[in-house]
């Protein structure tokens, strides 16, 4: 599965962006895709994930109301509607994924907490400044 992200640039603060990660190669029945984010000297950070065999979603409290998570399924994009930005919110923002076959249980909050995913994208960097 290659993830490719796109949408990051500066922005003032109150600003808004949106974010787009698009997979490819993806063959198994569902898939989860998260983001994260990273600032320099700071560990990274999960922000929301959403998976498609439902639309089910979950976010960060850092983000929760102000971020928006999305998916079209018919193009393996998802997007992150990113919404009254702040400087804490300057960072690379980057994609994951994982894919899932049908049955059985599975932990999608604990592989997000966990940050285990198969594939990865290489990001895009968001600067809130004024």
């Known amino acids: 599965v290659t993830l490719m992200e796109s949408g990051g640039g500066p922005v003032q603060p109150g600003g808004s962006l949106r974010l787009s990660c698009t997979a490819s190669?993806?063959?198994?029945?569902?898939?989860?895709i998260a983001w994260f984010r990273q600032a320099p000297g700071k560990a990274r950070e999960g922000l929301s994930y959403?998976?498609?065999?439902?639309?089910?979603?979950d976010y960060a409290d850092s983000v929760r109301g102000r971020f928006i998570i999305s998916n079209d399924d018919r193009t393996k994009t998802v997007f992150l509607q990113m919404n009254n930005l702040t400087r804490e919110d300057t960072a690379r923002y980057s994609c994951?994924?994982?894919?899932?076959?049908?049955?059985?249980?599975?932990?999608?909050?604990?592989?997000?907490?966990?940050?285990?995913?198969?594939?990865w994208g290489q990001g895009t960097q968001v600067t809130v400044s004024s």
């Open positions: 190669g993806l063959t198994l029945d569902y898939y989860l």
């Open positions: 994951a994924a994982q894919e899932y076959s049908n049955g059985g249980y599975v932990d999608f909050t604990r592989r997000f907490r966990n940050q285990v995913f198969r594939s």
């Open positions: 959403i998976v498609s065999l439902d639309n089910r979603t």
